[in-house]
Structures are given as structure tokens and as C-alpha cells.
């Protein structure tokens, strides 16, 4: 059933009222669910210009806000909205109460009511970032229907459960250009994501335009960077919708890019040059000449002028201290220091950059490594390397915001960061105090492997996923009614602009030339990049490797090969319905002939001649599969020998074939161990 | 066999010369063909930074195309080439003689030569406009070859056939945002066209800032016009790639929106709104009122200096003349003036405001209604009513550019704009001298059932051809060739961002809410928008109406139903292999069965409900396609009243339901006429 319809017999169930989450869930398609949904009895009808009207506290940003609404609205619908209102029985009362700070700070009141009946719409906040809000939860609201487009009557109140739900983006491996800056931060407003993180310095290249300091970025981006008036812009842009920006420039390590222009800053001789190539590297500033902290003092405060956010990243990360233990002058430094090791070293940079933050009235934050036994307990904890330290973080009075569990660069499935919870594991056994210092956690996009073409393709729709455990309240949990809005986010995400689904078909093209790439779809449809960081261990590549291969285009999770793994299990379970058996089999037919149809083309193009063997696995395992349905459906044992031969090619399969996995292995595995007697 | 390879194939077969254009036709699969092509041996490989080295005269503009040109090969793709080259033994020169006029100029020469050889490109041109176009040649030229990306050995000599290339795109009905209008001309430089004609004042809406008549655009543009930086920032845009900006101010009639602000200029009492309908109405500036003249002076003055082109498009179209018949004044002033009818007076009105145009340096051009006997012979006529006009204009002396058969909007396939030749019918009968006052054509975007959404898939692909027609050699005229390569073009427009493919997938989705369109996309593939003016008497429509059905996401021209229709000829002559048969019959199994997955869609849409009996007759067309298929493969005779039947049920299906023509029954026509015994 499609869910339009779902929630159109909900809706028709006459009045129905609940503050329970799980019920909200399965009320409203939207996502991030809201805190609590009452449901009414009509709709709001959708087709011509209605009044829009502002009522308390205003501002030009609600003014921009309301224009943008209406244009989202055409959009999503195609009704023309910006001509005088049409239909003067509606009405659209857009109720603020105060405004917001002047910079958006942590913690401002984010809740908003919204109630849609048929002739009015009264959404009301404390300050403008609610009405933010519940814009974007009404455009989300609107459905087809058979008379038209409109929102059904219901009741919403809600708030966020952490304050802090942030998108990292790395600027630094790969420059992304303004408009994937943009594009993203419109997708961050539709899913509710307040904290844009801005990773703008890297080995690869420094990003930001410092005219305090001009061979940064002179020397140090490729020309590739964001002058100040764009930073500015992104800002002004982020704010309009609700989000904070926070800058990243990672010290001491990661930070090889600077050196190029400045090397006296670096612990090593030099030269140096922008890196090219992924990993970890060992230059690192040197935190022993007081010249690094008088560069850095201008450079923080030039750049915490330029970023007005209370909070300033500074990294901290994966500093290798190589370049320290090699050079004789910062080891005597640390001896006549009593720094007994590196950590000791970098905890002590830290604590000196921090000062040097905190001088200019900002607020440090810094990865999991900047957390030392006399870390300031005001510095912000991002915890990448799990949970645990998180939690620590919060035991020891720091606050922090959760990192590990959503990293979107390692490719795994939604449901896997759906259940990563800031408040789960060692965090669930804190107090309520320590717990409140877990502020929510951020989606990090680092760029490695990804470049502006394929960035939104690895963001969304995954990261709303991540928005509504940041959002919504604890309870919404259930797996399959979030695949199942995720569908929906995805394509109403392309209604804001997120042309993710047309890009990876356009690559697909781009990799078959002039030919048809129907039999290329059906094998892109099934198969996934590797995860987590086994990608680098089956190639090689570097900055300039172009990103233009079948892992590149497809999703990082497939939703195919998801749903041909339910089927198995059901069928598995002797629970499937005919239909579903016919589907199996369908899709096995499908895969198994497409090979035939996908050879000739594979050999014309340098960009799909690695494919062959994955195309033949495929088929071979469709072959198997079909089989153990043939066998299971006709009740006609397996001799043990031919099954295990079945299983052992499959193992076999289960292994990347260039740079993919082929995800229909696991569930014909599935089907296959079904078949014992 | 794909294109790829019989470009791969043929240029292979080593060293062979030509400069017949029908053999640069075969050669290179790219459009506009160009005028002189011979193969080489060896490839151009694209697979990292080369160097670009300038020679001769240089300017900004160069600059920024070679940046443009580096960022499109990187879009087609995917390598990074903005780093420090690093394949240096290639090498990529633009040698650039002088020069091109500051405002670009009528007949300039944009003439290129291109030699591609395997570590050489040579671009050279007598100044920047060659180098523009010699640069969207060699993008076209980028293959995959198993090799990698690269560009076959070539050596070009290429200009145009006719110096006036345009497409006008009306912003008056339907305001286009500036990024439609950016996108269109990134368009337009792909396939060489150098005229964007704009169209910037209707009856629905007036679209430019004016300062000193601020009134026109306050009451005249629902607040959708552009503002005079943003036009200035089109110009430059246009500019650099290539092309000239000419507004339009349409005048006397086509004016409503000016009267708005300016009721004075108006030959009726008012007061005047906006209109909201289509057609022609009786609103028309008074040519007899010296206050006209002096608001038109003025107005023309800050509009010249506004828009460098040397020319200037006053309109002259569809005045009804009913205002002035209805006021007495005016009438009075004919019969002084001895203006013996409103053909006359508009006459007058033309001369008048002609030499507003004249006063100020520019050359007039107005549509064919302009032409009378007395038309100063440096008018400029825009034939929109058919050749017969242009080639009278000729005859005359005056010099005009061909629109008739050029009409995008009129949603007639390519083929039909392909043959349309601006020296063809009476234009072939008249001198050499009188036939160089053709000075080329322009397709025409009128948007009464365009918006800034759809226009895309409007405008392109079949935009293209009519380019190759005012580019290419006369003898370039094979319809099949064209097809084939216009689908080349057509996937490569998408690198360049016309995403009109996606966008009407985007539309279909909306159309079915969150329901499956898989069946409602088999539907769209084989319907098409009703040709020419039928569409306004088909349902009613007005600038508020939602353009959203079907009719608006649908391609003009349905390849699915061209290719059947091909295979349907094929298989009545007798000539189809096993192959087309089987693909005819697979097809026809595909749309017989359709309508059972997509009936239960179309009723929970509003705007999908109408589509109930289309879907229904597009089954029933399969089956009676598929029983005359059997008859025709069993050679057994088909009854002549059963035949006779399928005929009369074919014949009522050519009838548009929700305003689509199936595509499917001519073919099926065919089909069935050819089971007569």
C-alpha cells in the first residue's frame, strides 16, 4: 500500500489522538518524526495562492522564509504562488513570538506548534527558528490526493531532543564548490539539521581566504578556496535557514597544506608540498616555538571575526608526532618541559590554542584526541572513535556531541546509523546531569572519496536517517517505517534540488558512452561500494583520481538488493506469499540474463571493462538462486554436495570484485540454506 | 551498433579525406555537423592535466572560456584537470588572430580550424568567436574508448551557413528565473547559436526594470522581472560564449501590461490589469497621441543603451486593432492623416517608433506584420508566418531571418524543424543578392504552456537540429543521422546541466505522489502533447493554471513511438529481421499490460485520474497490434470486417484524450492495414 494512502485511512478514521511518538511515526510520512501529532478530521487544500499571515514579531528573515516557502510549495505542487492569493477563505498564520538570537546560538528554543485545519493553517513559535521548522514539516505534509494537493488536518507539537545535529562536510580532500555548500544546507533545513560543520583545512588543501596570511591559500589549495565575502554569504545562507556554522581548521596535524606557504610553522625541514595522496601523514605544527602561537593568535582571530558561531574546531586528530620525535630541538623541549610523550606534547599545543580561543570569546571544540587529564571543561568533546569516549567526555564534565556511527563516508546502510544513539551504550549509564552534556552528534562527509558530483549521493537520503535519531524522540525506532519515509524524503529531497538519483544515471552514462545503459542500471540497482575502509586496500588511489567508476555512481546502499533480501528471508521462512515468490523469482530471471545483454558494452569503455566478472558473478548467482527456489518450491531435495558447492561459490562472491560488492549474494545464500532438508 | 564505435571503426580504416559534408555527417557523431572534416590517425588521449597554451591576440573572455572549457571536460569526464598539468608531452594550443568586435557584431567571422592529432590540438581562429566555437566541437568530440576518454585525430575547417542563429525564449507570459535563462544559453553555445532573442514584454507581463518608467514593471510584472544589473549580467553571460542579446519590446499590440502602470499610452478608456489569458487581445498603444511617441522616445532610449546589440525588436505582431475602431478620436485622426485602415495606421505606428530606433543607432526588426509598402529597407522582418513572407521581404530588400517551421512550442518533432530551410520554397527562386538578405532563423520559445520547469525539455533536444540547420552545410539533411546524433547531444546536454530528462521524471513522480511510476513512465514514453494550436481547445487554461498533467512532463516527441513506428514499417514491408519483430511484439506485450499496474495509480491523483481511458486505449492498441502481429507471422488472413473494426477503433484513438496523442496507432495503423490479403 502506498503510504499516501496509508495515511489517507488514518486520516479518515475520524479524530484520533495520541502523544506517543510511535504513533506519530505511523501517522505521518515525514521524517524526522515529529515529538507529538494529534490527527484531524478534512484537509487543507492545496490549489492557488491563500494569505499568508504574519502575525507578532517579524523580521526580513521570516520575510525570506515565507518567499521561500511559497517556492518550495510551487515546487513540490506546480501551482503558480506568487500572484495575489486566489483563495481568501484560506488562511496561513504564521505566529512568532520574540526573535532569535543575532547569532544563532545552542540551546535557543527550536519548537514549534503547527495546526492545519481545512480553511486555516496556525504555525506559531517561540522565535523565528520554529517557524523555520514547521515550514518544512508542513511542505512535507503536502499530498496528492484524489481532489488535489493538500494537508490533512493533524496537530503538531515539537522540538528537537538535541540541540546539536550537525553535517560535517571535508572541503579539504575535495574542494566543494558554493553551490554543494548550498545545496546542502538546503537539504540540512528540510531534515532539521542545525549545525552546519565546516572541515575547511586538510593535508590536501587549506580552503578559506586569510588575508592575514595570503600563502595559505595562495599556495595552498590548488586555487581552490572560498573568499571571505563567500564564506560570508554561506553563512548568511545558513542562517536563513536555521543553521550554525562552525569552521574546522585541524592542528596539528592535518595540516600540511599550510606549510606549503608558511613551513616555519611545521616541525620538519621542508619544503613542503600540497599531499596528494590519502592517510595520515607526519607534519605537524610545532608546538614548541612561541612564532606557531603568534601566527595562530592573528589567524584565530582574523578567522573567529569572519565565523561568528560561538564555537571554533580545531581538529586534534590522528597527529602521527613523527616529525616531533625526529627533531632534536622540540625532544629537548619536551624534556626541559617535563612532556613525557606526544600526547603530552599535543595536549599541551591544545591547551595553548585553546587559550588562544577563548581569548577571543569563542568556545574550542576538537576530536576525541584533544581530551587530556586537564583538558578545560569547556572544551566540546567530538567523539570519533566511539561511544565510550564520548561518555568519558560527559563523566569527566566536558560536553560533546557524537561523531562515531555517523560517518557517511564508510558506506553503510541507514539502518546502521539509524540505531547509533548519542545516549546508548556507556552514555546510558550516566546520570541525567552527564548525560545533558551530550549535546547530539553530527553526520560526517569526509571527502576522500567523493567528489562535488557524487557528494549528494553519499549525504542523502542516509543523513536524514541521522537527523530524525538527532530529532525525534527516543522511542522512534522501528526500521522499516524509516526505510519506508526514507523513500519518501529521497524523492521529495529532489523537489528541494537534490538531483542524487539523475547524477548516478548520468555517471552511468558517462561510463557506457553512446551506448544503452539499461542492462548497466540492473547491475548498478544490486551492487555496493565496499565499507567502512577496506576501499583503499583494493586500489589505489589519490587526489586526482578521477571518481568515475561503478562504485562512484552507485548508492552506497542498495535498496534493491534490500528488498530482494526480505523476499529471501520469507521465503526462507516459508512465509512468503505467492506474489512475493513471483517478484524472487522475477528479479533472479532479470539478473540472471542480464549478463548476456551487459558484456558487448562492458568492453567498449575503460570506465565499465572491470566489470565483467562482476556481471558474470551476478548471473552465476541469480543461476543459483533460481535453482533453490526451483528446489524449494517443488519440495525436491538438494544433494548436500551441490549445495555445498552452491555455498562455497557464493563465499567466494561475497568477496569485492572491482572495488563492488555484490549485494543479491547474501540473500541467495539465503535461499540456498534453506534448501537443507 | 553504438555511435562510439562507428566513429572508433571508421576512423580506424587510417587516412581518409573528404570535405563533403555528408561524409563530416558520417564521421563525427556531432552537432551542428561541421562544414569540412578529414580524419587522421591516433587519438588525442584525455586522461590528466595538459597544458593550454595561448597565442596570439588574448583577452578575459578567452581566459574564462578556457576555464569553462576545462570545467565541461572535467564534467564529461570526471578527471580532475584544474591541477598543474600533468601530462606534458600533449599539448592543447588556441591561437587567436584579433580581436572580435566589442559588441558583437552581425557577420563577424566565427570561422575555426581544428586539428586534433595523438600529442597535438591546434584550435586556431581569426578572433574569439571561432575559439568559443571550436572549443564546444572538440567537448563534443571527447569519446570513451576502452582505451579511456579521448579525441579521435581530426582535422576541422568549420563555419556557418548562415550568420544569424537564434532562439527566443518568451519571459513575458511565463517569467524564466535567470538561472532558465543561463541555463538556455549554456545551451545555445554547445550547438553554436548566437542569438538569444528576448522576449521581455507581453500582455501578461512586463519583465525589465525600467527607471524611468518605473510604473511598468511596479504594475505590470506580479513583481517577476528581471532588474537592469541582472540583464546586464545575461548580456555578459551571452557574451562570452558567443552570443548576441536582442530584446524585444512588442508593440503596439501584445502591450496590456504596460497600460497597467501607463494607461495613457493605451487607445482605450481602461483601467487596465494584467492579463491573465491566452490569445489575442484588443489593448494597442494610441499612434496618435504625440505623448506616445515621447514615452516611446525615452523609453527607447534608456532600453538602447541598456542592450548593446545594434539591434532592436519592436514586435509589431497580432494588433486586432478593435481600440482603435472603437475610439473616435483616433478614427477622426486616420481620416485626416488619410490612414485608410488600421494595416495603415499600424504602418505609421511603426515608421514613428522605427525612427525612435534609428535616432538612437539601431537597426529595427519587427515581425512580418512590419513589413508594408513603404518600410524603410533597413527593417529587419521576422517571419513568423511562412516563407513566402521572408522571400517577399527579400525580394524587397529588406533583410529577415525565418521563425515559421522553427515554432518549439508547437510540439511538432525534429524531423519537422530539420527540413524547414530558411533558403528553401519562394526563397530558392530568388537571386543569389536577394537570397543573402536571409540572414538566418531563430526557433521561437513561446511559453504559454512553458514554465520555468518544463521549458528545458521544450527548447531541447529539437532545438539542436534547427541549429544544425542554420549551421551546417544545405546538403546536410539526413533525418536519420540527425535522430541519432540529436540523442548523442541530447545525453551530452546533460554534462552541461539541462537536466529536462530528470525533470520530467521529477514530473511523473509528482503526478503519482509517493505511489511506483514505473507503469506511469511506460505510459508518458509513448504519448505526446497535441500538436500545434489544438492544445487551448482541448481545455481550458489561463497564466494561473497549474501546468503539472501529463501533456507538460512528456517529451514534445515520443523516440519510444518514432522506433515503433519504424519497426511497424518494417514489418508490413516485409523487411523486419527476427529481431524487430520480436522487440515490436515485446513492446506491445509491455503496453497491453501496462494499464493493469497503472489503473490503480491513476485514481488516487488528481492529476493522474484524467489518464484512466489513455492508459485503457493504449492496452487496447497493443492488442489489436499483437492479433495482427499473429496474423501477419501465421499468415493467416484476417477477416475484413474484424479488420475494418480494428481500423474504426484505431481511427478513435488518434482522437487526444487528456490532452495526449497516443503515438502507439499510427503505428499499429500500419500494422493492421498490412493484414490485408
Not at 425 to 440: D, M, S, V, W
Not at 587 to 592: D, H, Q, S
Request: glycine fraction near 6%.
Amino acid at each position: 500500500m502506498s503510504s499516501a494512502r496509508l495515511l489517507a485511512i488514518v486520516f479518515t478514521c475520524a479524530l484520533f489522538v495520541t502523544n506517543v511518538s510511535m504513533q506519530a511515526e505511523t501517522l505521518l510520512s515525514i521524517m524526522p518524526v515529529p515529538a507529538h501529532a494529534v490527527a484531524g478530521t478534512g484537509s487543507f487544500p492545496i490549489s492557488g495562492s491563500f494569505p499568508i499571515v504574519m502575525e507578532g514579531y517579524t523580521e526580513p528573515r521570516l520575510e525570506r522564509a515565507k518567499t521561500r516557502f511559497l517556492a518550495s510549495l510551487t515546487s513540490r505542487t506546480g501551482i503558480p504562488l506568487w500572484q495575489a492569493p486566489t483563495a481568501t477563505q484560506q488562511q496561513f498564520i504564521i505566529r512568532t513570538g520574540r526573535p532569535s538570537k543575532e547569532v544563532q546560538q545552542l540551546e535557543e528554543d527550536e519548537s514549534y506548534h503547527l495546526e492545519v485545519s481545512p480553511t486555516r493553517v496556525l504555525l506559531s513559535a517561540p522565535n523565528p527558528l520554529g517557524i523555520l521548522h514547521g515550514l518544512q514539516t508542513f511542505l512535507q505534509l503536502v499530498n496528492i490526493t484524489p481532489q488535489g494537493f493538500s494537508v490533512a488536518s493533524v496537530t503538531i507539537d515539537d522540538s528537537p531532543r538535541f540541540p546539536w545535529r550537525g553535517l560535517m562536510i571535508d572541503s579539504g580532500r575535495h574542494f566543494m564548490p558554493l553551490d554543494v555548500i548550498r545545496q546542502s544546507l538546503d537539504g540540512m533545513e528540510v531534515v532539521k539539521l542545525n549545525v552546519f560543520h565546516w572541515h575547511l583545512s586538510e593535508n590536501q588543501g587549506f580552503r578559506v581566504e586569510s588575508k592575514l596570511y595570503p600563502l595559505l591559500q595562495q599556495k595552498g589549495s590548488d586555487g581552490n578556496f572560498y573568499t571571505q565575502d563567500q564564506i560570508r554569504g554561506i553563512i548568511e545562507y545558513a542562517r536563513d535557514r536555521g543553521i550554525r556554522v562552525i569552521p574546522e581548521f585541524d592542528m596539528p596535524g592535518h595540516a600540511t597544506s599550510w606549510f606549503v606557504g608558511y613551513p616555519d610553522l611545521a616541525s620538519g625541514k621542508g619544503p613542503y608540498f600540497i599531499e596528494r595522496n590519502w592517510g595520515i601523514f607526519d607534519p605537524a605544527m610545532d608546538p614548541t616555538r612561541e612564532s606557531t602561537y603568534k601566527f595562530l593568535d592573528r589567524f584565530i582571530g582574523e578567522m573567529t571575526a569572519l565565523f561568528p558561531d560561538a564555537y571554533f574546531h580545531i581538529g586534534g586528530d590522528e597527529c602521527n608526532g613523527k616529525e616531533w620525535d625526529a627533531n632534536p630541538r622540540i625532544q629537548q623541549y619536551m624534556r626541559e618541559h617535563n612532556l613525557k610523550d606526544d600526547a603530552a606534547l599535543q595536549a599541551y599545543f591544545t591547551g595553548r590554542v585553546q587559550q588562544l580561543v577563548t581569548k577571543r570569546g569563542k568556545i574550542t571544540v576538537g576530536w576525541d584526541e584533544v581530551l587530556q587529564p586537564d583538558t578545560p571543561k569547556d572544551v566540546v568533546i567530538q567523539s570519533w572513535r566511539g561511544p565510550d569516549s564520548l561518555a568519558e567526555a560527559a563523566r569527566r564534565g566536558n560536553r560533546g556531541i557524537l561523531s562515531a556511527g555517523y560517518y557517511i563516508d564508510l558506506n553503510q546502510p541507514a539502518s546502521q546509523h539509524y540505531v547509533a544513539d548519542p545516549l546508548a551504550g556507556a552514555a546510558a549509564k550516566l546520570t541525567p546531569e552527564q548525560q545533558r552534556n551530550i549535546l547530539g552528534g553530527e553526520a560526517t562527509m569526509w571527502s576522500e572519496f567523493v567528489t562535488p558530483e557524487n557528494v549528494g549521493g553519499r549525504i542523502w537520503p542516509r543523513t536524514a536517517a541521522i537527523a530524525e535519531r538527532l530529532w525525534s524522540p527516543k522511542g522512534v525506532t522501528d526500521i522499516d517505517s524509516m526505510y519506508r519515509r526514507l523513500a519518501i524524503i529521497s524523492s521529495y529531497l529532489a523537489y528541494t534540488g537534490q538531483m542524487y538519483n539523475s547524477i548516478s544515471d548520468q555517471m552511468l552514462q558517462r561510463m557506457a558512452g553512446n551506448a544503452d545503459v539499461t542492462s548497466l542500471k540492473t547491475l548498478a540497482s544490486v551492487v555496493e561500494p565496499p565499507k567502512e575502509y577496506s576501499r583503499e586496500s583494493l586500489a589505489s588511489y589519490n587526489s586526482l583520481t578521477p571518481l568515475t567508476k561503478m562504485v562512484d555512481a552507485v548508492s552506497p546502499e542498495s535498496d534493491r538488493a534490500r528488498d530482494f533480501l526480505r523476499l529471501a528471508k520469507l521465503i526462507a521462512a516459508g512465509q512468503a506469499t505467492s506474489e512475493e515468490w513471483k517478484q524472487a523469482r522475477e528479479w533472479l530471471i532479470l539478473w540472471r540474463d542480464n549478463d548476456a545483454a551487459l558484456q558487448p558494452i562492458l568492453a567498449q569503455s575503460a570506465l565499465t571493462v572491470e566489470l565483467e566478472p562482476v556481471s558474470r558473478t551476478l548471473s552465476q548467482t541469480a543461476v543459483i538462486g533460481l535453482s533453490a527456489l526451483d528446489a524449494l518450491q517443488s519440495n525436491s531435495p538438494v544433494s548436500e554436495p551441490v549445495r555445498q558447492q552452491q555455498l562455497a561459490f557464493l563465499k567466494s562472491a561475497e568477496a569485492p570484485q572491482a572495488v563492488l560488492l555484490d549485494m543479491v549474494v547474501p540473500a541467495v545464500e539465503v535461499i540456498v540454506n534453506a534448501t537443507k532438508p
